[in-house]
């Protein structure tokens, strides 16, 4: 009976993953720009990565593939803001420019203050 209550968790959890995945990379073709790009991709991409490790992890009898299991997720949590801050600070300074959608520039208020 635990047997079958894993695999069930564990399958859930494949499908969540699954279907974050799906609309980060729905997110990745249909948004308008750079910036909204890279919000799908880093946020629903590692949710979607995340569940389905921690799916791998419910459902891994050994503990060495349950330890890499959890530091995968933990490498995700910790990589992807800055990797998606730091490519997102060097679209703006290589000139890409939010789209009209945008409201509130506060890099270029920013940079206005400053220069």
């Given at each position: 009976?635990?047997?079958?209550?894993i695999e069930i968790v564990t399958g859930i959890l494949l499908v969540i993953g699954a279907l974050f995945a799906l609309v980060a990379s729905i997110g990745l073709i249909r948004l308008k720009d750079v910036y909204m790009?890279?919000?799908?991709?880093?946020?629903?991409?590692?949710?979607?990565?995340?569940?389905?490790?921690?799916?791998?992890?419910i459902d891994a009898t050994d503990l060495a593939i349950v330890t890499r299991a959890l530091a995968g997720i933990v490498f995700f949590l910790l990589?992807?803001?800055?990797?998606?801050?730091?490519?997102?600070?060097?679209?703006?300074a290589a000139g890409y420019r939010p789209c009209a959608d945008t409201k509130h520039d506060a890099l270029a208020e920013t940079i206005k203050s400053k220069g």
């Open positions: 009976m635990v047997m079958a209550l790009r890279m919000h799908a991709a880093s946020k629903a991409g590692t949710l979607g990565s995340g569940v389905m490790l921690l799916a791998l992890a990589t992807a803001p800055i990797s998606a801050h730091l490519l997102a600070k060097a679209a703006y």
